[in-house]
């Protein structure tokens, strides 16, 4: 049996660069070779569908569902069993080398165990999943292809003071299910984060990236400060987080996609502003926003 690391993968962009990145950065540890699941995306739509080889040509394998049984038993050779487990906190009873994210906390020796295999199912929403390679993972995620994409957005974020804002609205509006979880970050949050962009940094040009353009030219205000609205869509809205990654500031939302568009910023001096509650009517989990990011 290949000695390997298996990444479950799910979700929208932001999810899936998380989830490699936890399992790379595994995989590396380890001296593992790295194998994806993919089958989620055969049950439902999410977002733009899987997008990791296409955003960022990582070409690391996907294994098949027969593949799969032979690492993980059969039983949870389908996706939705595998969730239902997850869910239901068995699947460490079933196979230890399945790791669910809800016992991280506890697998200590996951570093240096020598199990033949591991597979990773969760989010993995935190950098430090992934800090033991976090330059090799930042150079896996360049964006050689949105460059070409958007050279003249690209040049007037680098000849401003260049401050990113996400609005995120979309299915956090209209999907009852990711609304009740995630919430929106309320004008309020946007307001007192622009203001504290304008006293901290001169000459400010705000950049501001949303998938409801006209909603947030209505109430994203600037006190008069200029402001672009930027926004790529459909198989280009990946444009959108190479934009922000190259501002100078971020005002992230409660998104993985403005996360790693942050993170990605190689700024030294730059601030980041993140919204204190991630969730809605759930406590943001302590290792989910790095600690030099200010949260309002």
């Known amino acids: 049996m290949k000695?390997?690391?298996i990444a479950n993968i799910t979700g929208g962009l932001g999810n899936q660069m998380f989830q490699y990145a936890a399992?790379?950065?595994?995989?590396?540890?380890?001296?593992?070779?790295?194998?994806?699941?993919?089958?989620?995306?055969?049950?439902?739509?999410?977002?733009?569908?899987?997008?990791l080889n296409s955003v960022f040509d990582i070409e690391t394998p996907a294994l098949s569902r027969s593949d799969l049984a032979k690492y993980l038993g059969r039983i949870c050779s389908t996706y939705v069993i595998r969730q239902?487990?997850?869910?239901?906190?068995?699947?460490r009873y079933l196979n230890k080398s399945f790791i669910n994210e809800h016992y991280l906390s506890r697998q200590k020796h996951l570093i240096t165990s020598r199990r033949p295999y591991y597979y990773l199912h969760g989010y993995w929403q935190s950098d430090k999943y992934f800090q033991l390679h976090e330059t090799e993972i930042k150079k896996i995620f360049s964006f050689e292809k949105a460059k070409k994409l958007c050279m003249e957005h690209a040049q007037q974020i680098e000849d401003t003071n260049s401050v990113s804002i996400?609005?995120?609205?979309?299915?956090?509006?209209?999907?009852q299910k990711a609304n009740k979880l995630h919430g929106q970050c309320s004008l309020d949050y946007y307001k007192k984060a622009i203001e504290h962009m304008l006293q901290s940094h001169k000459n400010c040009t705000f950049f501001v990236f949303t998938d409801t353009p006209?909603?947030?030219?209505?109430?994203?205000k600037a006190?008069?400060?200029?402001?672009?609205?930027?926004?790529?869509?459909g198989k280009n809205a990946y444009v959108d987080m190479y934009l922000m990654s190259i501002c100078r500031h971020n005002i992230i939302?409660?998104?993985?996609f403005s996360w790693w568009a942050a993170k990605l910023n190689?700024?030294?001096?730059?601030?980041?502003?993140?919204?204190?509650?991630?969730?809605?009517?759930?406590e943001t989990p302590t290792d989910l926003l790095p600690k030099t990011w200010k949260l309002m």
């Open 3 to 5: 000695k390997i690391v």
């Open 253 to 256: 939302a409660n998104s993985s």
């Open 23 to 51: 399992a790379k950065s595994l995989s590396l540890s380890l001296g593992f070779n790295l194998y994806i699941c993919i089958d989620s995306y055969a049950l439902k739509k999410q977002h733009n569908g899987y997008e």
């Open 84 to 91: 239902s487990l997850a869910r239901m906190k068995y699947c």
């Open 223 to 233: 006190n008069g400060a200029p402001m672009k609205f930027v926004h790529y869509t």
């Open 266 to 282: 190689e700024n030294i001096q730059k601030t980041v502003i993140a919204p204190y509650n991630w969730f809605n009517k759930k």
């Open 166 to 175: 996400h609005v995120r609205r979309g299915d956090y509006v209209t999907n």
């Open 214 to 220: 006209e909603w947030a030219r209505e109430h994203i």
